[in-house]
């Protein structure tokens, strides 16, 4: 059963950092592109970053980029997301999901299969 878990949120000050770990077992991440999302109470779901299989290249929403960084340890089997200068508006609940095998990064959600059950990110002085 394929399954991903996200940890590492917590509650942060404005300009703090935080890294969230995406880990997945039963199956091998090497092989699956991998998107970070988030979702803001009342608002839409909307897509951070992704980083393709095994080359690994990666994607930023304009609202983050220079700010995160995505990037993945195939050893462990785990995909993190590096947040630096956090803002409040950076607050919401942050998922991680695969795609199918062997497709490339996306940061559109519907075309994600498997997903993690979320973690809350907090950014308030």
């Known amino acids: 059963q394929l399954q991903l878990v996200e940890s590492g949120g917590g509650l942060v000050q404005p300009g703090g950092s935080l890294r969230l770990s995406c880990a997945a077992s039963?199956?091998?991440?090497?092989?699956?592109?991998i998107g970070w999302f988030r979702q803001a109470p009342g608002k839409e779901r909307e897509g951070v970053s992704c980083?393709?299989?095994?080359?690994?290249?990666?994607y930023y929403a304009d609202s983050v980029k220079g700010r995160f960084t995505i990037s993945r340890d195939n050893a462990k089997n785990t995909v993190y997301l590096q947040m630096n200068s956090l803002k409040p508006e950076d607050t919401a609940v942050y998922y991680c999901?695969?795609?199918?095998?062997?497709?490339?990064?996306?940061?559109?959600?519907?075309?994600?299969?498997?997903w993690g059950q979320g973690t809350q990110v907090t950014v308030s002085s």
């Open positions: 999901a695969a795609r199918s095998k062997y497709i490339g990064c996306s940061i559109i959600d519907s075309v994600y299969n498997y």
């Open positions: 980083i393709n299989f095994i080359g690994g290249s990666t």
């Open positions: 039963g199956f091998t991440l090497d092989y699956y592109a």
